[in-house]
């Protein structure tokens, strides 16, 4: 349905606005988004460095490379995993895996059968949300940090991750910001400090951009 002119060149501007904050964000999330552990196996930014020709130059791997490298990493594990298919150390270690080279359907996959014999890792659980944001389910996510903060009341992980995606997946600024307050309440020798004090500063100077304005409600 065509709109009034003057409606539609506000929403551009808001477009415009928005795509900004949403680049930001990405940037952000994209470098700060953790794990549920506190020390990350293998970041995907290291995986795909390992790859890159020797001259130096940047050069992402294909999807079909990263593939490739997580089945040749977690094949030895599979093995030992025919012999002990309930070991859920090695179920999160495969799922790791395939998170870090960006995997995510198969990590979820590894994720929920570790959660089949650990319901309560609030860790791996992070994992999974996380791993299921990366998909493009954000409501799934945002449901998972909860059950494993509802595991682990405290977990900064958790809770930083929650806030990210209450922002960029809905845009629901309250609830992002009173995420992080409580993961600073809540750890207050968290060494991450500095970095979710800049991004709650960021977050309210866009509280004026609502779900609907960028195009992030009910589809």
């Known amino acids: 349905m065509s709109k009034p002119e ?10 415009a606005y928005t795509l ?19 020390s990350p196996a293998a970041p995907v930014e290291r995986v795909a ?10 050069l992402q791997p294909t999807p079909e490379q990263m593939r490739h490298m997580a089945d040749k990493q977690a094949a030895p594990l599979m093995e030992h995993l025919k012999s002990d298919p309930g070991n859920a150390k090695l179920l999160a270690q495969i799922g790791n895996i ?19 014999v650990v319901p309560k890792d609030a860790s791996v659980r992070t994992d999974m949300a996380t791993a299921f944001w990366y998909t493009g389910n954000a409501d799934t996510a945002i449901a998972e940090f909860n059950r494993a903060l ?4 405290n977990k900064p992980n958790a809770l930083f991750n929650l806030g990210i995606v209450q922002w960029q997946g809905k845009m629901d600024i309250k609830a992002a910001l009173a995420s992080w307050q409580r993961l600073l309440n809540t ?15 960021q977050v309210k100077k866009h509280s ?7 195009g992030m409600g009910p589809q």
């Open 6 to 15: 003057e409606k539609t060149d506000r929403w551009t501007s808001v477009q």
């Open 20 to 38: 900004c904050v949403i680049c930001l964000v990405v940037g952000l999330a994209g470098g700060w988004l953790m794990r549920g552990s506190q």
């Open 49 to 58: 460095a390992a790859t890159g020709p020797a001259d130096g130059s940047s």
């Open 98 to 116: 395939y998170y870090d080279t960006q995997q995510f359907p198969v990590a979820i996959d590894y994720y929920q059968r570790v959660l089949q």
């Open 150 to 153: 509802s595991d682990e009341p």
């Open 187 to 201: 750890n207050p020798t968290y060494e991450g400090k500095a970095k979710v004090l800049e991004l709650m500063e």
């Open 208 to 214: 004026d951009i609502t779900a609907a304005q960028a």
